[in-house]
């Protein structure tokens, strides 16, 4: 089931450039090879839409997200902050084996946000993606 279009495609793309360019991401796609366009784009497409359907907001480098519905009614609604990242994005990989890329995701995750590590495993798939693809903007500077 799609969710209600409350912000125009336009608008949302207006907000994520604008953000890009308070985190120093290079959001230029004329200025992209093939290969990074093909990377870029699904990342884009999921943080826009985001920001159509109203569960993302953009203040300046920051981003406020609002988790969908959950069994648990302490994660329904939550709205979390995105922060601009400091060097505590990539402590917050350190401490796990090559082999746990996972781990190592939601460490940085809980580097931007302040959450903590497990709060991530707790996430439906859709809230999750979102946070993945922050996470891989970030990674991209």
Known sequence: MEKEIV???EIAEKDFTAWCEAN???CDVNMMSD???KDFEPLKKRIVKAIMEGRCEVDDDQLSYTLGNYESDNLTGKVIKIKSPTGKLFLGTDGYKETQSVHKLHGAMSALTGLDVGYFGLMNIKDWKFFQSVLQL????
């Open 7 to 9: 912000i125009a495609e």
């Open 24 to 26: 120093e991401i290079d």
């Open 35 to 37: 290969e990074e366009k």
């Open 138 to 141: 970030f990674l991209s500077i």
